[in-house]
């Protein structure tokens, strides 16, 4: 049986602000500020949602979860992916590894980089070996190097059997 493969990009950017969770691929990190967002602002976790949805040609995470939408409101980001996942193989695809970035300036993400593995690959139903993290800082340059926002980058492979012709 012939297979397509396809490739799917996410990226994601939010605000830090006092007095939220500081939540990143599903696990809650130690630190004195989190991200601001309608939902838990899980940049990681969304630009992994883009990312499936993309590769699978379903659009982005805004048509499928508006933030105008109060069912959304403080929502858990794992639904998202779960969700973008569930589309994905309701129409023949299996997922074949993701790779991630974390561009973060502080605190260092380095320690959690097991439990936010494990947590990305329970949720995307993957064994750990086809799921990668990387963390970066911004070199203290521009508004992720200035601590004002965060971002995170995510490419995610797709595979299907094609009908043979
Ligand atoms: O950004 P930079 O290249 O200086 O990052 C060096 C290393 O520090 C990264 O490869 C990563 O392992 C770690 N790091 C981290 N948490 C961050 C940023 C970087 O653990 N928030
Ligand atoms: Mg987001």
Same mark, same amino acid.
């Given at each position: 049986?012939?297979?397509? !493969?396809?490739?799917?990009?996410?990226?994601?950017? %939010?605000?830090?602000?006092?007095?939220? +969770?500081?939540?990143?691929?599903?696990?809650?990190?130690? $630190?004195?500020?989190?991200?601001?967002? %309608?939902?838990?602002?899980?940049?990681?976790?969304?630009?992994?949602?883009?990312?499936?949805?993309?590769?699978?040609?379903?659009?982005?995470?805004?048509? %499928?979860? *508006?933030?105008?939408? *109060?069912?959304?409101?403080? $929502?858990?980001? =794992?639904?998202?992916?779960? %969700? #973008?996942?569930?589309? #994905?193989?309701?129409?023949?695809? =299996?997922?074949?590894? $993701?790779?991630?970035?974390?561009?973060?300036? /502080? *605190?260092?993400?380095?320690? !959690? /980089?097991? /439990?936010?593995?494990?947590?990305? #690959?329970?949720?995307?139903?993957?064994?750990?070996?086809?799921?990668? @993290?990387?963390?970066?800082?911004?070199?203290?340059?521009? +508004? @992720?190097?200035?601590?004002?926002? #965060?971002?995170?980058?995510?490419?995610?492979?797709?595979? /299907?059997?094609? +009908?043979?012709?």
């Amino acid at each position: 049986m012939p297979v397509e !493969y396809r490739s799917g990009l996410g990226w994601d950017n %939010h605000r830090t602000a006092a007095g939220r +969770p500081l939540i990143i691929g599903g696990v809650t990190i130690e $630190a004195e500020f989190g991200l601001d967002g %309608h939902s838990d602002a899980d940049i990681l976790l969304h630009a992994l949602t883009d990312a499936v949805l993309g590769a699978a040609a379903l659009g982005d995470i805004g048509m %499928h979860f *508006p933030d105008t939408d *109060p069912r959304w409101k403080g $929502a858990a980001s =794992t639904r998202f992916l779960e %969700h #973008a996942r569930e589309l #994905a193989e309701g129409l023949g695809f =299996t997922l074949v590894n $993701a790779d991630c970035t974390v561009i973060l300036e /502080r *605190p260092k993400l380095k320690d !959690y /980089r097991v /439990r936010i593995r494990e947590s990305v #690959a329970g949720i995307l139903g993957l064994p750990l070996d086809r799921v990668n @993290v990387k963390f970066k800082t911004s070199e203290k340059v521009g +508004p @992720v190097g200035e601590g004002r926002s #965060a971002e995170a980058q995510a490419i995610i492979m797709l595979s /299907r059997e094609l +009908p043979i012709a």
